[in-house]
């Protein structure tokens, strides 16, 4: 696999996450979810802020390692699955958006 494909594939994580936290930050302000990790929820609890630094620095630092080991097959099944996950869970965060609608 080519550099340029795994820069596309961990570009592709590092936004998903950060769609991520954004619709943590919605379902969690709005009392319609509850963080399921618990450094996240430390972080949560302290600050919104705080929240997204950690949590865009940690994914971030993890996919950079990841791509910068493209070249092993450990790191680029890493890549592909983190990417799968994420768009299987924002998939999971849209089916929910009907009723954070409703709550507004």
């Not at 936004?15 to 990790?37: K, R």
């Not at 910068?68 to 999971?92: C, K, W």
Request: hydrophobic share 55%.
């Amino acid at each position: 696999m080519s550099k340029r494909w795994l820069l596309r594939i961990a570009s592709a994580v590092v936004v998903l996450n950060l769609l991520d936290a954004i619709f943590t930050l919605l379902y969690t302000s709005g009392h319609l979810a509850v963080e399921g990790n618990p450094l996240m929820d430390t972080a949560l609890a302290a600050s919104p802020v705080l929240f997204m630094i950690t949590k865009l620095t940690l994914v971030s630092l993890c996919v950079f390692l990841l791509w910068r080991y493209g070249h092993r097959h450990s790191a680029m099944i890493g890549l592909i699955g983190s990417t799968v996950m994420y768009v299987i869970l924002i998939g999971y965060h849209l089916s929910a958006v009907p009723m954070l609608i409703s709550q507004l």
